[in-house]
C-alpha cells in the first residue's frame, strides 16, 4: 500500500511539475504590456509564481474524481477564457488580435490547463464552500440574522439610499448628462418625442423636471432633483431586494455586508445613481423582473399565482420600455425557451407573449397618439456600428484583398472610412455609422449585405481585429480606462454644468448643476476619478469594476447549470445574453450600457453559493 501511495504521490508531483510550468510560461503572454515581461520571466516573481501553482495543482490533484461533465465543461471555458484573454493582451501589445498566427494558438492553449483547473476549483470547492468558509462568530450571525426579511429590506434599503447623498450633493441636483438634455430638448422645445431615446425615460424626465418643478415648484432645478430622488429610490430599492433574496437563501450576513459595501461605496455605482440615464430605471426595473422570476414559488405561496402572473407581465413590461432594444431582448429569451426544454416552458411562452402583444400596442397606438417619432435613417445608421468600421478597416488596410470596385463601393457607403487609419479612433463607431449613406442602403440592401460579406470573407482577420477592438471592453476583463486606444474617454459622465450656448450645445435643454460647496472635495474627487479610474490600481478588486469580469462570471454561471444540469435559469440566461448580444452590436463600450448585466451578476453568485439542497428551483418553478 504504501508503496502503491509513493508511485501515486509521485506521479501527481510530477504531473503537477509539468502543468506549474506551464503556466508559468504561458502566463507571460497574458501580460497587456511589452515591457513588463523581462519584469515577469527574469524575476523572482516567476518562480514565487511557480511555486503557489505548483502547490495548487499539488493539492487539488488529490480529488482525482471529477465528472466527465465538470472536466468538458471547464475544459471548454478555460479554452475560451484563454482565447480572451490572449487575443485582448496580443490588442494592447502589438495592435491585433493575430488571430491567424499559429504563436497566438500555442499561446491559448499553454494556458488551458490553468484556467480549466481554476474552472473545476470554482465549482468543486469555492462555490460550494465559501458560504460556509465566511460565517461570522455565532452570537454576531445570530444577531444578524434575527432580523425579519422586511426590517433587513427596509435597512439595508435606507442604507443605500443614504449612503449615495453625498454623491447627490456633490452634482447637485443630479449628474444631468448623457442624452437627457437632448431628450428634453426635442419634446419641450419641438413638441415631439425623440425615439432614438426610450419613450418612457423622456417621459419620466418631462413630469419630474417640467410638470413638477417648472410648472409647480417654478424651478426646473427642483424638478431634476425630485428626478434624481425617485430614480435613486427606485435603484436602492431593487439592491435591497437583492440582499434581501441573498437572505432568502441563506447566504451568510458577512457576504451581504461585502455586497452591500459594494453597492453603497462603489464610485461606479454611486455615481450612475445620480446619473439621468435611461440606463438606471432600465437597471432597476431588470433585477425586479428577474427576482420576481427566480421568487415564483414564495410569489404563489403568499399572494396566489394570479398576483404572480400580474407581476411578471407587469415587470416584464416596464423593463422593456425602458430600452429601444428591450423587445428583441425579451424575444430572444423566448427563442431559447422554445428551443430548450425547461420548467413551465408554456406559462413563460404565454405571459411573455402578453408582455409582446402589451409592448405592440405601447410602440403602435401609444406611441403615436403621444407624438412620439422615429428618425429610421438613425435606426439603420445605429445598425450599421459594426458592418461600418469594419469595412473602413479593409480599405484603410494596404495589405487587404479588395478589389476597385469594393473600394468605390465603400467609399459611397461610409464617407468617413479614412477615418480608421487614426489608431485613437478604432473603438469608437460614431464617426462611420454617423456617415453612412442610408439613401444608398435603402435602395438596395441586399447589395450591401453581400458586399459586406464578400470583403470580409477575404478579409477575415481584419473583421476580427476591428470588432475586438470596438468591443473589448464586454468581454476583456483586463480592459485599462480612460481607454488609451480611443479618444473617446466617457466611460463614464461627470459634468456640474453644461453653458447655455446654442452655437455649442444644439439642441440641449440647459439646466444649471452646481455642487453644494461643502461637498467639493467629493466634485473634485469625481472629477478625477472618471479620467483615472483609480480603483484600477487596486489588485484583485479592481475586477469588481471590470465589465469583462462580471461578464465572464456569468459564463461561469452558464457553466455551473451544465454541470448541475439545471434548465430553471435559461429564460434569465436569454435575457442576459440577449442584452450582451445589444452591447456588442453597438457603437461604443460604456459602463451605463453594462450596468444592467453588472447588476445582475450578484444574484447569479447567490444562486452558485447557496446550500445545494437550497439551490434546484425545480419545486420552484413547478405549477402548483
Known amino acids: 500500500m504504501q508503496i502503491f501511495l509513493s508511485i501515486f504521490n509521485k506521479k501527481r508531483f510530477m504531473i503537477s511539475i509539468i502543468l506549474a510550468y506551464l503556466a508559468s510560461v504561458g502566463i507571460q503572454f497574458l501580460l497587456k504590456d511589452n515591457n513588463l515581461q523581462l519584469a515577469y520571466s527574469n524575476s523572482i516573481v516567476s518562480l514565487i509564481f511557480f511555486i503557489g501553482i505548483f502547490s495548487f495543482y499539488f493539492y487539488f490533484l488529490k480529488k482525482i474524481k471529477f465528472s466527465k461533465r465538470e472536466v468538458t465543461t471547464s475544459i471548454f471555458l478555460g479554452f475560451f477564457f484563454s482565447l480572451s484573454l490572449i487575443a485582448g493582451a496580443n490588442l494592447y501589445r502589438i495592435g491585433t488580435v493575430n488571430i491567424a498566427n499559429l504563436k497566438t494558438w500555442l499561446k491559448i492553449l499553454a494556458n488551458v490547463p490553468l484556467f480549466s483547473f481554476l474552472f473545476l476549483f470554482l465549482f468543486n470547492i469555492f462555490f460550494p464552500k465559501i458560504n460556509y468558509l465566511m460565517k461570522l462568530s455565532s452570537k454576531l450571525e445570530n444577531f444578524i440574522n434575527s432580523l425579519s426579511y422586511k426590517k433587513q429590506f427596509l435597512l439595508t434599503w435606507i442604507l443605500i439610499f443614504i449612503g449615495w447623498l453625498p454623491t447627490l450633493l456633490s452634482t447637485y441636483p443630479g449628474n444631468y448628462v448623457y442624452d437627457a438634455g437632448y431628450q428634453l430638448y426635442s419634446y419641450v422645445e419641438n413638441g415631439y418625442l425623440d425615439l432614438h431615446h426610450p419613450m418612457a425615460h423622456t417621459l419620466m424626465l418631462f413630469f419630474f423636471v417640467i410638470k413638477l418643478g417648472k410648472k409647480i415648484f417654478h424651478s426646473v432645478r427642483i424638478g431634476l432633483l425630485l428626478y434624481t430622488l425617485f430614480q435613486m429610490l427606485w435603484l436602492s430599492l431593487s439592491f435591497s431586494l437583492i440582499i434581501t433574496y441573498?437572505?432568502?437563501?441563506?447566504?451568510?450576513?458577512?457576504?451581504?455586508?461585502?455586497?452591500?459595501?459594494?453597492?453603497?461605496f462603489s464610485p461606479y455605482i454611486a455615481l450612475l445613481?445620480?446619473?439621468?440615464?435611461?440606463?438606471?430605471?432600465?437597471?432597476?426595473?431588470?433585477?425586479?423582473?428577474?427576482?420576481?422570476?427566480?421568487?415564483?414559488?414564495?410569489?404563489?405561496?403568499?399572494?396566489?399565482?394570479?398576483?404572480?402572473?400580474?407581476?411578471?407581465?407587469?415587470?416584464?413590461?416596464?423593463?422593456?420600455?425602458?430600452?429601444?432594444?428591450?423587445?428583441?431582448?425579451?424575444?430572444?429569451?423566448?427563442?431559447?425557451?422554445?428551443?430548450?426544454?425547461?420548467?413551465?416552458?408554456?406559462?413563460?411562452?404565454?405571459?411573455?407573449?402578453?408582455?409582446?402583444?402589451?409592448?405592440?400596442?405601447?410602440?403602435?397606438?401609444?406611441?403615436?397618439?403621444?407624438?412620439g417619432q422615429l428618425n429610421k435613417d438613425d435606426r439603420y445608421k445605429e445598425m450599421m456600428s459594426v458592418p461600418s468600421i469594419q469595412l473602413s478597416s479593409v480599405i484603410t488596410d494596404k495589405q487587404a484583398k479588395i478589389t476597385k470596385?469594393?473600394?468605390?463601393?465603400?467609399?459611397?457607403?461610409?464617407?468617413?472610412?479614412?477615418?480608421?487609419?487614426?489608431?485613437?479612433?478604432?473603438?469608437?463607431?460614431?464617426?462611420?455609422?454617423?456617415?453612412?449613406?442610408?439613401?444608398?442602403?435603402?435602395?438596395?440592401?441586399?447589395?450591401?449585405?453581400?458586399?459586406?460579406?464578400?470583403?470580409?470573407?477575404?478579409?477575415?482577420?481584419?473583421?476580427?481585429?476591428?470588432?475586438?477592438?470596438?468591443?473589448?471592453?464586454?468581454?476583456?476583463?483586463?480592459?485599462?480606462?480612460?481607454?488609451?486606444?480611443?479618444?473617446?474617454?466617457?466611460?463614464?459622465?461627470?459634468?456640474?454644468?453644461?453653458?447655455?450656448?446654442?452655437?455649442?450645445?444644439?439642441?440641449?435643454?440647459?439646466?444649471?448643476?452646481?455642487?453644494?460647496?461643502?461637498?467639493?472635495?467629493?466634485?473634485?474627487?469625481?472629477?478625477?476619478?472618471?479620467?483615472?479610474?483609480?480603483?484600477?490600481?487596486?489588485?484583485?478588486?479592481?475586477?469588481?469594476?471590470?465589465?469583462?469580469?462580471?461578464?465572464?462570471?456569468?459564463?461561469?454561471?452558464?457553466?455551473?447549470?451544465?454541470?448541475?444540469?439545471?434548465?430553471?435559469?435559461?429564460?434569465?440566461?436569454?435575457?442576459?445574453?440577449?442584452?450582451?448580444?445589444?452591447?456588442?452590436?453597438?457603437?461604443?463600450?460604456?459602463?451605463?450600457?453594462?450596468?444592467?448585466?453588472?447588476?445582475?451578476?450578484?444574484?447569479?453568485?447567490?444562486?452558485?453559493?447557496?446550500?445545494?439542497?437550497l439551490i434546484t428551483i425545480r419545486d420552484n418553478v413547478n405549477t402548483p
Open 246 to 264: 441573498m437572505k432568502i437563501k441563506k447566504i451568510v450576513p458577512l457576504i451581504r455586508i461585502l455586497f452591500l459595501g459594494i453597492m453603497i
Open 405 to 613: 470596385t469594393e473600394k468605390k463601393e465603400i467609399k459611397e457607403y461610409i464617407p468617413t472610412y479614412a477615418e480608421y487609419s487614426d489608431s485613437s479612433k478604432q473603438s469608437l463607431a460614431d464617426d462611420y455609422k454617423g456617415s453612412f449613406n442610408t439613401i444608398l442602403f435603402k435602395k438596395d440592401k441586399f447589395k450591401f449585405f453581400r458586399l459586406w460579406l464578400n470583403v470580409g470573407i477575404k478579409n477575415f482577420s481584419d473583421y476580427v481585429d476591428s470588432f475586438a477592438k470596438l468591443t473589448l471592453g464586454y468581454w476583456y476583463p483586463d480592459t485599462n480606462f480612460p481607454d488609451s486606444r480611443s479618444n473617446h474617454k466617457a466611460l463614464l459622465e461627470f459634468s456640474t454644468f453644461f453653458p447655455p450656448n446654442k452655437d455649442s450645445e444644439i439642441g440641449w435643454y440647459n439646466i444649471k448643476i452646481s455642487h453644494i460647496k461643502s461637498f467639493t472635495w467629493l466634485y473634485n474627487m469625481y472629477n478625477s476619478f472618471v479620467n483615472n479610474y483609480q480603483t484600477q490600481k487596486l489588485p484583485v478588486l479592481s475586477m469588481i469594476f471590470s465589465i469583462g469580469f462580471n461578464v465572464w462570471l456569468t459564463f461561469t454561471f452558464i457553466g455551473w447549470c451544465i454541470i448541475h444540469k439545471s434548465k430553471d435559469f435559461i429564460f434569465i440566461i436569454g435575457l442576459y445574453f440577449g442584452l450582451l448580444g445589444t452591447f456588442l452590436l453597438g457603437p461604443v463600450v460604456l459602463y451605463r450600457y453594462a450596468f444592467s448585466i453588472i447588476m445582475i451578476v450578484p444574484i447569479l453568485i447567490t444562486i452558485m453559493i447557496s446550500d445545494y439542497s
Open 273 to 371: 445613481s445620480v446619473s439621468a440615464t435611461k440606463n438606471i430605471p432600465y437597471t432597476a426595473s431588470l433585477i425586479i423582473f428577474v427576482l420576481v422570476i427566480i421568487n415564483r414559488k414564495d410569489i404563489i405561496e403568499n399572494y396566489g399565482i394570479w398576483k404572480y402572473y400580474f407581476l411578471f407581465i407587469f415587470s416584464g413590461f416596464i423593463n422593456a420600455i425602458f430600452e429601444n432594444q428591450g423587445l428583441y431582448v425579451l424575444v430572444f429569451s423566448m427563442l431559447l425557451v422554445l428551443l430548450i426544454k425547461v420548467p413551465n416552458k408554456k406559462e413563460l411562452l404565454i405571459l411573455s407573449s402578453l408582455i409582446c402583444l402589451l409592448m405592440l400596442f405601447y410602440n403602435g397606438p401609444l406611441t403615436k397618439s403621444l407624438n
